[in-house]
């Protein structure tokens, strides 16, 4: 699934949208994760876009006293002046010199507008934002659970997933089994800086494009791709040589996902 650096690369491919005049919205196929209706949109059409602001994996399009949320889901995909339909197109957006299709292969996406906007956005800080005060008021210092779930949920932080919390937690040297309430004021410290470190990282990489994850920038012929998981530390790397000590990566499973760390240097 996407994570922040993924949905905040897709922000930025499509900026040149700020400014222009929303004309068309063709609903192509409802089936996503929240059935689409009909005139989906029609309150937006001749309206300029205000502004595109991201919050954790959530991307949301602002017009004047209106706005959408996009969740990309799993495969969903907001690509800029496709030449040929997808198969799986669901939304088309045109614009006064731009077009915009809103695709998804396995329909876990989902676009809303208007009042459904603001109750699914996410409750929790989001992750570039992250700060030590942000961790040290949240429930983490009071939770039994393991931080790496703590930090996966979007009511805590919001914008990340496995892939980020497994590469900041080794940045910060924490064993993701840990309980919440046993780390330190400096451990929880290390994790806001860590967290920051990362996705920045990681969105200079345009993301990682480990799965169905591309993103379209105007004029190009094909799609691009991130390359952070080229820099990946520990993710998908279990058996392999940790690059601080050299001992082996360890793969464990926690609530049901992979978890990848150093049992050496993360304690």
Same mark, same amino acid.
């Given at each position: 699934?996407?994570?922040?650096?993924?949905?905040?690369?897709?922000?930025?491919?499509?900026?040149?949208?700020?400014?222009?005049?929303?004309?068309?919205?063709?609903?192509?196929? %409802?089936?996503?994760?929240? +059935?689409?209706?009909?005139?989906?949109? @029609?309150?937006?059409?001749?309206?300029?876009?205000?502004?595109?602001?991201?919050?954790?994996?959530?991307?949301?399009?602002?017009?004047?006293?209106?706005?959408?949320?996009?969740?990309?889901?799993?495969?969903?995909?907001?690509?800029?002046?496709?030449?040929?339909?997808?198969?799986?197109?669901?939304? +088309?957006?045109?614009?006064?010199?731009?077009?915009?299709?809103?695709?998804?292969? %396995?329909?876990?996406?989902?676009?809303?507008?208007?009042?459904?906007?603001?109750?699914?956005?996410? %409750?929790?800080?989001?992750?570039?934002?992250?700060?030590?005060?942000?961790?040290?008021?949240?429930?983490?210092?009071?939770?039994?659970?393991?931080?790496?779930?703590?930090?996966?949920?979007?009511?805590?932080?919001?914008?990340?997933?496995?892939?980020?919390?497994?590469?900041?937690?080794?940045?910060?040297?924490?064993?993701? %089994?840990?309980?919440?309430?046993?780390?330190?004021?400096?451990?929880?410290?290390?994790?806001?800086?860590?967290?920051?470190?990362?996705?920045?990282?990681?969105?200079? @990489?345009?993301?990682?494009?480990?799965?169905?994850?591309?993103?379209?920038?105007?004029?190009?012929? @094909?799609?691009?791709?991130?390359?952070?998981?080229?820099?990946? +530390?520990?993710?998908?790397?279990?058996?392999?040589?940790?690059?601080?000590?050299?001992?082996?990566?360890?793969?464990?499973?926690?609530?049901?996902?992979?978890?990848?760390?150093?049992?050496?240097?993360?304690?």
């Amino acid at each position: 699934m996407p994570e922040l650096p993924e949905v905040e690369t897709v922000r930025t491919s499509l900026e040149g949208l700020v400014g222009q005049k929303l004309s068309a919205v063709s609903v192509r196929d %409802r089936r996503l994760r929240y +059935r689409v209706p009909p005139n989906f949109g @029609a309150a937006a059409l001749g309206k300029k876009l205000l502004a595109l602001e991201r919050t954790g994996k959530y991307l949301l399009w602002k017009f004047p006293d209106h706005q959408f949320v996009f969740h990309l889901g799993m495969t969903g995909r907001l690509l800029i002046n496709q030449k040929e339909d997808s198969p799986y197109l669901k939304l +088309r957006f045109v614009f006064s010199r731009d077009s915009v299709d809103f695709i998804d292969v %396995r329909r876990f996406a989902f676009a809303l507008e208007g009042a459904a906007v603001l109750p699914a956005l996410p %409750r929790g800080i989001d992750a570039l934002a992250l700060r030590v005060s942000h961790l040290l008021q949240s429930k983490i210092r009071s939770s039994t659970s393991a931080i790496k779930n703590l930090l996966l949920d979007q009511s805590i932080v919001a914008g990340l997933g496995n892939i980020y919390v497994a590469e900041l937690l080794f940045d910060a040297g924490i064993d993701p %089994r840990r309980q919440g309430k046993s780390l330190s004021d400096a451990e929880l410290s290390r994790i806001a800086k860590a967290c920051r470190a990362v996705l920045r990282r990681a969105v200079r @990489a345009k993301g990682s494009s480990i799965s169905d994850y591309v993103y379209s920038l105007p004029g190009e012929k @094909a799609f691009s791709t991130g390359s952070y998981q080229k820099q990946f +530390r520990v993710y998908s790397r279990a058996g392999q040589s940790c690059p601080r000590c050299n001992n082996l990566i360890t793969k464990i499973v926690q609530g049901g996902r992979s978890t990848f760390f150093c049992p050496r240097c993360q304690s």
